[in-house]
């Protein structure tokens, strides 16, 4: 085997543990030794349609054992998964793919309507369906009748494993290009700074195209021979069952999912010893909701990163949670950090400025998009995360701003300036500025901030229902306030931090 890549990984780890349990999914479970096989049986698939090294393979469907054999079956070809978001509209969904041109789009229920909708099916993409059972479906006929012999490609670390999807200020997607050697050394600072061991059972129920749950949680628990319980979505009952029945020992979820836990009736005698490792990310938990599951003997340990940094950047560890209370962390075990000036001087400590990031999970750039990576780096080398952040004297971050106006509801990034361009599309609407407001179970969500035509009207309901299927829910603003004009200064440049002082509260 020449394989150094991820797509190694099922046939190196069943070496050590063939009979260990990998996946348990819709109470199934799958040993190491059966991923190895049907990984190769998956990459036979592929092969068969004409699937070859650099080649794109997309994915539509929620968590499964089998979107997590698709992506080691590609990555074992030398080829480049796309995992999709599920949550866009066919609009977003039909733009990512003309970008990354995938020569396959691997698709599971309930997302034929996207598959079928006039804007993706244009693009004439060969797809392959799942089926309503992974087990007895479509692809499951292929894998059953495929060959199990093992390709010798080989992968070094440098070659390209994925391509992950993150929307840009420009209002269009942007492709994050992680090589293997990129998510392999993420994976290794959250075994090392998460302290996962041997026996960790881990409940992956946030959405695995987002690269925190794959990267900072799927994925090292799977190279270190743990159990990953495989959920299509977080339920708090199930949640409670399962870590109850099988003893899960690794969580990882955002704020809102935290806090809905809470709320259960069972939450106050529910069996939580089990659980040793909670991770966080997306924003910062309030003080009330660490106290909560401190209560019950569980420290969360919270996280800053970014998908270009595939995603790890800083870790709060649970040691530090309270005493660091709303600091992002400290940076994983071979990330480097800078705080700069907008003159890329670097700052004192605790003075605030652009937290520039280099290491070897950092990105090297965006899919055919020369110059937004150019814009992306300094020196070619340190990624400009766009957030400003200040470091105190035992070298914690806190995030202060972002320079790029992201709102991050619920784990969810939301661009506003994506939104904004189709605000604008309503014949009613002259100019908006989204920004972010807090919300108690969110973190923040949007608010739209909209001027009209003279002798035009349009209410809350009807905007936001003329946004409804135009793009994700999720990125939806939850309030909208009409206003005569926006603010601008003399060059005539929007003021958003303006109408964000006057409406962000």
Same mark, same amino acid.
């Given at each position: 085997?020449? /394989?150094?890549?991820?797509?190694?990984?099922?046939?190196? *780890?069943?070496?050590?543990?063939?009979?260990?349990?990998?996946?348990?999914?819709?109470?199934?479970?799958?040993?190491?030794?059966?991923?190895?096989?049907?990984?190769?049986?998956?990459?036979?698939?592929?092969?068969?349609?004409?699937?070859?090294?650099?080649?794109? *393979?997309?994915?539509?469907?929620? %968590?499964?054992?089998?979107?997590?054999?698709?992506?080691?079956?590609?990555?074992?070809?030398?080829?480049?998964?796309?995992?999709? %978001?599920?949550?866009?509209?066919?609009?977003?969904?039909? &733009?990512? #793919?003309?970008?990354?041109?995938?020569?396959?789009?691997?698709?599971?229920?309930?997302?034929?309507?996207?598959?079928?909708?006039?804007?993706?099916?244009?693009?004439?993409?060969?797809?392959?369906?799942?089926?309503?059972?992974?087990?007895?479906?479509?692809?499951?006929?292929?894998?059953?009748?495929?060959?199990?012999?093992?390709?010798?490609?080989?992968?070094?670390?440098?070659?390209?494993?994925? $391509?992950?999807? =993150?929307?840009?200020?420009?209002?269009?997607?942007?492709?994050?290009?992680?090589?293997?050697? %990129?998510?392999?050394?993420?994976?290794?600072?959250? $075994?090392?700074?998460?302290?996962?061991?041997?026996?960790? *059972?881990?409940?992956?129920?946030?959405?695995?195209?987002?690269?925190?749950? #794959?990267?900072?949680?799927?994925?090292?628990?799977?190279?270190?021979?743990?159990?990953?319980?495989?959920?299509?979505?977080?339920?708090?009952?199930?949640?409670?069952?399962?870590?109850?029945?099988?003893?899960?020992? &690794?969580?990882?979820?955002?704020?809102?999912?935290?806090?809905?836990?809470?709320?259960?009736?069972?939450?106050?005698?529910?069996?939580?010893?089990?659980?040793?490792?909670?991770?966080?990310?997306?924003?910062?938990?309030?003080?009330?909701?660490?106290?909560?599951?401190?209560?019950?003997?569980?420290?969360?340990?919270?996280? &800053?990163?970014?998908?270009?940094?595939?995603?790890? @950047?800083?870790?709060?560890?649970?040691?530090?949670?309270?005493?660091?209370?709303?600091?992002?962390?400290?940076?994983? =075990?071979?990330? /480097?950090?800078?705080?700069?000036? !907008?003159?890329?001087?670097?700052?004192?400590?605790?003075?605030?400025?652009? @937290?520039? *990031?280099?290491?070897?999970?950092?990105?090297?750039?965006?899919?055919? %998009?020369?110059?937004?990576?150019?814009?992306?780096?300094? +020196?070619?080398?340190?990624?400009?995360?766009?957030?400003?952040?200040?470091?105190?004297?035992?070298?914690? #971050?806190?995030?202060?701003?972002?320079?790029?106006?992201?709102? $991050?509801?619920?784990?969810?990034?939301? &661009?506003?300036?994506?939104?904004?361009?189709?605000?604008?599309?309503? !014949?009613?609407?002259?100019?908006?500025? @989204?920004?972010?407001?807090? +919300?108690?179970?969110?973190?923040?969500?949007?608010?739209?901030?909209?001027?009209?035509?003279?002798?035009?009207? @349009?209410?809350?309901?009807?905007?936001?229902?003329?946004? /409804?299927?135009?793009?994700?829910?999720?990125?939806?603003?939850?309030?909208?306030?009409?206003?005569?004009?926006?603010?601008?200064?003399?060059?005539?440049?929007?003021?958003?931090?303006?109408?964000? +002082?006057?409406?962000?509260?």
């Amino acid at each position: 085997m020449r /394989d150094f890549g991820v797509g190694a990984w099922p046939a190196r *780890v069943a070496r050590q543990r063939p009979h260990a349990q990998a996946f348990l999914y819709r109470d199934h479970f799958t040993t190491f030794a059966e991923v190895a096989e049907r990984t190769a049986r998956i990459a036979s698939v592929l092969r068969a349609h004409g699937i070859g090294r650099g080649d794109r *393979v997309a994915y539509l469907g929620h %968590n499964s054992a089998l979107f997590a054999e698709v992506l080691f079956a590609t990555a074992r070809l030398g080829a480049v998964i796309v995992p999709l %978001n599920t949550r866009l509209a066919p609009r977003e969904t039909a &733009y990512i #793919l003309g970008d990354c041109t995938p020569s396959l789009l691997v698709w599971a229920p309930p997302f034929g309507g996207i598959v079928q909708d006039p804007q993706v099916a244009a693009l004439g993409i060969p797809t392959i369906e799942v089926g309503d059972d992974p087990f007895t479906g479509p692809l499951a006929t292929l894998i059953a009748q495929a060959s199990p012999d093992p390709i010798d490609e080989p992968i070094d670390h440098d070659d390209l494993f994925m $391509i992950q999807y =993150t929307s840009g200020t420009s209002g269009h997607p942007k492709g994050v290009m992680m090589s293997h050697g %990129n998510v392999t050394w993420n994976v290794l600072h959250a $075994i090392l700074d998460v302290d996962l061991r041997i026996g960790t *059972v881990s409940l992956v129920a946030a959405p695995m195209f987002h690269t925190a749950s #794959l990267n900072m949680h799927f994925l090292p628990t799977f190279l270190k021979g743990g159990l990953s319980i495989i959920e299509e979505s977080w339920r708090d009952e199930r949640v409670l069952d399962l870590i109850e029945e099988h003893r899960v020992t &690794y969580l990882s979820g955002v704020t809102a999912v935290y806090e809905s836990l809470t709320r259960s009736p069972r939450w106050p005698t529910a069996d939580l010893s089990s659980v040793t490792v909670a991770m966080s990310g997306g924003s910062p938990l309030p003080e009330s909701l660490l106290m909560t599951y401190a209560a019950r003997g569980i420290a969360i340990a919270q996280a &800053y990163g970014l998908t270009e940094s595939s995603p790890g @950047v800083v870790i709060l560890r649970p040691q530090d949670a309270v005493r660091k209370l709303g600091s992002a962390g400290s940076p994983h =075990t071979f990330v /480097d950090l800078r705080i700069v000036r !907008p003159d890329l001087t670097p700052v004192d400590t605790g003075e605030v400025g652009e @937290v520039l *990031v280099q290491g070897p999970n950092v990105t090297k750039g965006y899919w055919h %998009n020369e110059p937004a990576t150019r814009a992306a780096f300094v +020196d070619g080398i340190w990624l400009r995360t766009g957030d400003l952040a200040r470091m105190d004297e035992d070298g914690f #971050l806190t995030i202060v701003d972002r320079l790029k106006d992201m709102i $991050i509801s619920g784990g969810e990034n939301i &661009y506003p300036a994506e939104v904004e361009g189709v605000i604008v599309s309503h !014949p009613a609407v002259i100019e908006a500025a @989204v920004i972010g407001v807090p +919300d108690p179970r969110w973190g923040e969500v949007g608010r739209a901030v909209i001027a009209v035509a003279p002798g035009a009207r @349009v209410t809350e309901d009807e905007l936001l229902g003329f946004l /409804d299927g135009k793009i994700a829910r999720y990125k939806i603003p939850k309030s909208v306030i009409v206003v005569e004009a926006l603010p601008h200064n003399a060059a005539g440049k929007l003021l958003k931090r303006q109408v964000k +002082d006057e409406f962000g509260n």
